[in-house]
C-alpha cells in the first residue's frame, strides 16, 4: 500500500511514522508512507497556505491551490482506479474498525491534514472522495487524527503483525470488546489469575474468553451488541448476564 499525506507540518507526521508497526511495515516493504509538505506546493514568495475567510470572522482558511496542486503531482506519480482521497475533518463519517478493514484492502490512499478554521469547500467538493472524523472532539490539525488512520489501517495489511499477534482477536474486530488479558505471575500480591487460564484447556480458554468478551462488551459499549456478530449461545449468554444485573 502507498499512502501520501498532505501537511503543513510535515514534522508531526514523520515523528509518528518512525516506530513500532507502522515503521516495521514500512522496512517489510507493505507500506510507503510519502510526506508532503503543502507549502511546497504554493507559487508566492511568503509561501502561503491559508488566508481569512470570505465573509469575515476569525481564523484563518487553507487555500485550495496548493493542495490541488500536491494532489496533482501525486497522481503523477502513482495513481490507481482504486485510489481514495481522504480529509481528516471532525465534521466527517465516524472513523470505525470497519473502516479501516475497508481501507486495509486499497492499493493507495491520499490523506489531506486540515488546519486552522478548516479547508476550502472547494477541496471537499472536487477533491476528496470522503470525510474521516476520529471522534466528536475538535483538534488542532488533522495529522494527529493521520496518524490514528495511518496506524489502524497498517496493522491490518496481511504480514504486518507477526508473532501470533492477530487483528482478528482485537475489539471490534466481530462487534464486540475484547476479553481480559493477564500475564506472569499467576498470583501477583494475592490476585490470582482466573484457573481456567492456567488450565491448558483450550476449549474452555475460548468459551470464557467468548462470555468475558460479551460482558465487558454489555457493560461498557451495550451500542455495540446491536450490530454484533452475535451466535445463538451468545445471545442467551446475554440474557442471562441482563437477569443477573
Ligand atoms: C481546528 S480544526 C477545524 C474545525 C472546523 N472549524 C469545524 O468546526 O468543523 C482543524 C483541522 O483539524 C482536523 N481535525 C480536527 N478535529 C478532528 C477530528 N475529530 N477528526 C478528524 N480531523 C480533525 C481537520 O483536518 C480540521 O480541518
Redesign the pocket.
Known amino acids: 500500500m502507498r499512502v501520501d499525506i498532505l501537511t503543513v507540518f510535515p514534522e508531526v507526521i514523520r515523528s509518528g511514522v518512525d516506530y513500532s508497526i507502522v515503521k516495521r511495515a514500512q522496512e517489510k516493504g507493505a507500506v510507503t508512507v510519502c510526506v508532503h509538505n503543502i507549502r511546497d506546493f504554493t507559487e508566492d514568495k511568503h509561501r502561503t497556505t491559508d488566508e481569512p475567510p470570505y465573509g469575515g470572522g476569525a481564523?484563518m482558511v487553507?487555500k485550495p491551490e496548493p493542495i490541488f496542486r500536491a494532489a496533482e503531482q501525486i497522481k503523477t506519480e502513482y495513481w490507481t482506479d482504486q485510489s481514495r482521497v481522504i480529509?481528516?475533518?471532525?465534521?466527517?463519517e465516524p472513523?470505525t474498525q470497519r473502516k479501516a478493514e475497508e481501507l486495509s484492502m486499497l492499493p493507495h490512499l491520499v490523506l489531506?491534514?486540515?488546519?486552522?478554521?478548516?479547508?476550502d469547500e472547494r477541496v471537499r467538493e472536487h477533491l476528496v472522495d470522503e470525510e474521516?472524523?476520529?471522534?466528536?472532539?475538535?483538534?488542532?490539525?488533522?495529522e494527529l487524527?493521520a496518524l490514528v488512520v495511518l496506524d489502524s489501517v497498517v496493522r491490518l495489511i496481511p504480514g504486518v503483525l507477526g508473532g501470533g499477534e492477530s487483528p482478528l482477536d482485537e475489539s471490534f474486530s466481530e462487534g464486540l470488546l475484547e476479553y481480559p488479558h493477564y500475564t506472569r505471575p499467576a498470583d501477583f500480591r494475592g490476585w490470582k489469575v482466573p484457573d481456567v487460564l492456567l488450565s491448558g484447556h483450550h476449549g474452555e480458554v475460548a468459551k470464557w474468553r467468548r462470555f468475558e468478551s460479551l460482558k465487558r462488551t454489555l457493560n461498557r459499549r451495550p451500542d455495540l451488541l446491536e450490530k454484533a456478530d452475535l451466535l445463538d449461545e451468545d445471545e442467551a449468554t446475554i440474557k442471562k448476564l441482563k437477569e443477573s444485573g
Open positions: 481564523g487553507m480529509m481528516l475533518c471532525p465534521q466527517g472513523f489531506i491534514c486540515g488546519h486552522y478554521e478548516g479547508v474521516l472524523s476520529i471522534g466528536d472532539y475538535v483538534l488542532t490539525g488533522g487524527p
